[in-house]
C-alpha cells in the first residue's frame, strides 16, 4: 500500500497548488477530507483550543500525537502534524519523528522558535527565534530519525512574523534547505500578501513553499500559483466556524423553551451517522449475523 506520505510527496510534485485545511480533532479532519482537500493540518493552535488551553507549548508531544493518530486513523487523505518548536532539542525532534512516522503521519512541521513558542498571531506576543545553527540541528536531527525518505519535514520560519526582516528570513529559509528540510513553510502576520510575495520573488531554489493565509485571507489561488507557492495551508477556519456556530446555537438554546426553537442550522443525526461510520458498523452486524446463520447457529 501506497504511503499517505508518499501520496503527499507526489502531490506537491505533481499539483499547482497542494490545498489543506486545518483540523482540531478525527472528525474534523474527516470534513476536511469529505470537502475534497488534499491533506489536513493537524494546527497546534486548534488542538490546543480544543482543550480550552493556549497555542504555546502547553501541550506534550504524546497529547498532540494522540489526536494526529486519531486523525490518520479516521482518514484517508494524509495528514501534515504541525508540531511546533519540535518539543524540545534534536535529541527530542529525533524521538518525535519516529513516534510521528510510526503513526502513519505525512508529514511534520517544526518551526524556528525557542520553546516554549506562542501562536504568531497573537497581538504583543513572545516571537523569539532560535538560533540559525540550533535550528539547523533539529532538522539534521528529523532527517537523520526518519526511516521513510517520503516523510515530510517541513521547516517553517517565523523570521517575519519575529520582525526579523526579510534578508534574515531568506537567509534561515536558505540554511534550513541546505540542512534538507523537503519544504519551508514561510509565515507572515501581515495583513496583505506583500511580503510573501517578496519572499517568494527572492527565493531562488525549486524547494516547494507553503504558505498559511490567514492574517491576508483574501489572497486568491490564482495568485499563489502564479508566485510559484506549492501549498495553502488554511489553518483555523473550521475551527473557528464551529466556535462560532456551537456558541450561536448554544446561546440561543440556554434561552428557548423548547430545542426546536433555535434558528441556527444543525446537521441531522443521519449526517453524523455518515462521518462516524454507524451505517458500516450495522452492516458489519448484518454480515456477521448472515455468517452465524449459515453456520447453523441461529435461524
Ligand atoms: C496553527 O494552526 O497552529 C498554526 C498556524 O501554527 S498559526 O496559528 O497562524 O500560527
Ligand atoms: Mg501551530
Known sequence: M????KILKEKIERSSLVKVAGAFDALSAKLVEIAGFDAVWASSFGISATHALPDAGIMTMTE?????????????????????????????????????EGAGIAAVSIEDKTFPKQNSLLEDSTQELLSEKDFVAKIIAAKNARSDSNFLIFARTEAL???????????????????????????????????IFEFVNKWESTKPIIVIPTSYPSVTTDELISHRIKMVIYAN????????SISKTLNELVKAKSGD?????????????????????KSEEKSIEDHLKKLGYIN
Do not use: W
Open 161 to 195: 512574523i519575529a520582525g526579523k526582516g526579510m534578508d534574515e528570513a531568506i537567509k534561515r529559509a536558505s540554511a534550513y534547505d541546505d540542512a534538507g528540510a523537503d519544504a519551508i513553510i514561510i509565515h507572515s502576520k501581515q495583513k496583505d500578501p506583500t511580503e
Open 261 to 281: 426553537q433555535i434558528t441556527t442550522e444543525l446537521s441531522t443525526m443521519e449526517d453524523i451517522f455518515k462521518v462516524q461510520q454507524m451505517y458500516k458498523l
Open 237 to 244: 477556519q473550521s475551527l473557528r466556524a464551529s466556535f462560532v
Open 2 to 5: 501506497t504511503s499517505q506520505a
Open 64 to 100: 498532540f500525537l494522540n489526536v494526529s493518530s486519531s486523525m490518520v486513523e479516521s482518514c484517508k487523505i494524509p495528514i501534515i502534524a504541525d508540531c511546533d518548536t519540535g518539543f524540545g532539542g534534536p535529541s527530542n525532534v529525533s524521538h518525535m519523528i519516529k513516534k510521528y
